[in-house]
């Protein structure tokens, strides 16, 4: 990764830099601080692993996801995400380890339905049939009354489109009738592989807002995204995987705090009387631009007083928040999956085009 | 909390959710869904159509050209002629229709990711296999009986004088028959999408067995075939609705056993595929 191609201010709120040591599990100790208690466990993840063939998709992977809140389910392209989600909805048979929902695996739920609601692939509907009764058929299945149907096509609002085949729908209409499918038996849990993916920005809004209402209901929220920038916004808690193995299961909060970076960006016509001038123990100095200095180590503040000092003029006084988004690519650097070529790189949807 | 090595035990805290009265899954509201999925299907009809209009149209036609050519016809084939037979002809044709079908509604799932909400909503699997097993052979031989009888009655009208009637010794069970024949190809054909999964490979296999494994069979050395060929599908089942029965064959209902069996143990493939595999 290129270091001096950075995002020169947050776009998120609320995210930050992280440093990325922190986060990692250390023997022992999975969790790096107290968890938000808020509940025993619903989802109970434990030594799980998902061989296919040569490759290991899920490597002994354990961790909890507890009610109350909407857990964030991280990882790059290809970490295993999908598969342990498959897992626990029992599409895919564990090689070793258990995954329990609700006191048992889910498919010795007599009502498993009602137990959890997942979204595990937008399009898992046969084209040539309507949306309704895509759903009719699903609700059949545990005597759910065809009068919920049309409540959860309503709530989705694919009212006008109920009686169209759901192979001409879009990614997002396919998404929308993907959460009335898990929503159609009331479910204390929610299992949703890549909600947003595809849904224009009314629909992310009304997903994140879905997923926060029930969390606030007491439901538990397992939901994973690639985007960043998503669950800084939605989820209290995330967990981080790559390659399979567990990287961070820690309070989103407890990511940001730990983000704090002491990072600023300074722009100067007189870059390197600046820079002899900030020189000291502790503090590194990085010529990013003929003109731009990148000091770690000192506050914003502090910078400014010693220019003023030296009388030398700045321009720009920044300090950096990385993006929660860079702190995951730094996390998962050594684990991605599936590497673009050399040049591109945190390229994603919210990158910010960086000025050097 | 630190998290050990070892697997957990679960904490007794974290108990099923009490579900409201009367929500879970069943084996006969699995069955309800599955007739949902069955006629909500434009496709299902038009192929279950087609085989049914083949099944009475090939029987009417070879009834009305059998009595239009009967003087032209020699002594042997007049001797050897069999009215019902003749009249249930398109039950070669209605296999076609009702083997893709059967096929189909299976593999249908697996082409459109389907599969994953049905066991979704059914995780314990097996209950979807005997579903759609019973909701296609009960659709199939309704279809198919009506067929068989329309075949015969309209086909023994064309043939007028050379026709007979129901009351006509193994007329009825040939009737039946066929019906129960194409009702097993239909069950045979979902067995095997079960254990393939795939829409090509499922219908190629399907008629590679009824219909190319006989032809196979014939270029086997002759003190063989005795040996092999009646227990073939299609050769063992079609004698349920044969009068005049090839003494090389095995009888009416002995043969349809066979033929239950090969398609028993397609079921039987089909289920273990299912509730052994990833989805």
């Not at chain 1, 009212?159 to 998404?175: E, H, I, T, W, Y």
């Not at chain 2, 007049?78 to 079908?101: C, K, M, Y």
């Not at chain 2, 129960?180 to 190809?185: A, G, H, I, S």
């Amino acid at each position: 990764m290129c270091r001096c191609v950075r995002p020169r201010r947050a776009l998120v709120r609320a995210a930050c830099a992280v440093r990325t040591c922190a986060l990692r599990p250390q023997p022992g100790t999975r969790r790096l601080e107290a968890i938000q208690e808020s509940g025993s466990p619903v989802i109970e993840i434990r030594e799980l692993t998902k061989r296919f063939g040569p490759k290991l998709a899920v490597d002994s992977l354990s961790f909890d996801v507890r009610p109350g809140m909407v857990t964030g389910f991280l990882g790059p392209n290809g970490a295993g995400k999908s598969t342990t989600m498959r897992m626990v909805i029992g599409l895919d048979r564990p090689t070793a380890g258990t995954a329990i929902v609700n006191g048992r695996p889910y498919a010795q739920h007599p009502d498993p339905l009602h137990q959890v609601g997942a979204l595990l692939e937008a399009k898992a509907v046969h084209t040539s049939r309507t949306a309704r009764n895509h759903l009719r058929v699903l609700a059949a299945t545990h005597g759910i009354p065809t009068s919920r149907v049309d409540e959860m096509i309503d709530l989705v609002g694919l009212s006008d489109v109920a009686s169209k085949r759901a192979g001409g729908f879009s990614l997002g209409m396919g998404q929308r009738l993907g959460i009335a499918s898990a929503l159609l038996g009331d479910p204390s849990v929610l299992v949703l592989d890549e909600p947003v993916n595809g849904l224009d920005p009314e629909g992310v809004r009304w997903v994140r807002d879905l997923l926060k209402y029930k969390a606030s209901q007491g439901c538990t929220v397992f939901v994973s995204s690639h985007l960043m920038s998503e669950m800084a916004v939605t989820a209290d808690h995330v967990i981080v995987i790559g390659r399979g193995r567990l990287l961070a299961d820690c309070p989103t909060s407890e990511l940001i705090r730990s983000a704090s970076s002491n990072r600023v960006s300074v722009r100067t016509p007189d870059a390197g009387r600046l820079q002899t001038a900030l020189a000291g123990p502790d503090v590194t100095v990085t010529v990013t631009a003929p003109d731009v200095l990148e000091v770690d180590g000192l506050a914003s503040a502090r910078i400014g007083e010693i220019a003023l000092a030296e009388r030398i003029v700045l321009h720009e006084l920044v300090p950096q928040q990385a993006s929660l988004e860079e702190a995951f690519m730094e996390m998962t650097a050594d684990t991605v999956e599936f590497h673009a070529a050399a040049g591109s790189t945190s390229a994603g949807p919210t990158q910010e085009p960086s000025s050097v | 909390m630190t998290a050990a090595v070892a697997p957990v035990p679960v904490p007794a805290a974290a108990a099923p959710r009490p579900a409201p009265t009367g929500l879970r899954v069943t084996q006969a509201r699995v069955v309800r869904s599955e007739w949902i999925k069955f006629r909500t299907l434009r496709s299902s009809w038009i192929t279950l159509g087609a085989g049914v209009a083949g099944m009475i149209g090939i029987g009417l036609l070879v009834s009305w050209a059998t009595n239009n050519h009967w003087s032209q016809m020699s002594p042997i084939d007049r001797l050897t002629f069999d009215p019902v037979n003749q009249s249930l002809a398109g039950a070669f044709l209605a296999q076609l229709a009702i083997g893709v079908l059967g096929v189909l509604i299976v593999t249908g799932e697996y082409g459109t990711g389907m599969i994953r909400a049905t066991l979704g909503a059914v995780p314990k699997r097996l209950p979807v296999v005997w579903a759609k097993l019973v909701v296609y052979a009960v659709v199939t031989f309704a279809a198919a009986l009506v067929a068989a009888f329309a075949s015969f009655l309209g086909g023994q009208a064309l043939l007028s004088t050379h026709g007979v009637s129901l009351s006509a010794p193994d007329a009825l069970r040939c009737v039946i028959g066929a019906a129960l024949y194409l009702t097993v190809v239909g069950v045979f054909a979902a067995g095997l999408g079960f254990a393939i999964r795939n829409t090509a490979g499922g219908i190629a296999s399907l008629f590679g067995l009824l219909l190319v494994l006989p032809g196979l069979a014939h270029a086997l050395p002759s003190s063989w075939q005795h040996w092999v060929l009646p227990y073939l599908p299609s050769q063992a089942g079609m004698n349920v609705f044969a009068v005049l029965r090839d003494p090389s064959m095995l009888s009416a209902w002995t043969g349809f056993g066979v033929f239950c069996i090969w398609a028993a143990a397609a079921v039987a493939l089909g289920a273990w595929v299912l509730s052994h595999r990833d989805a």
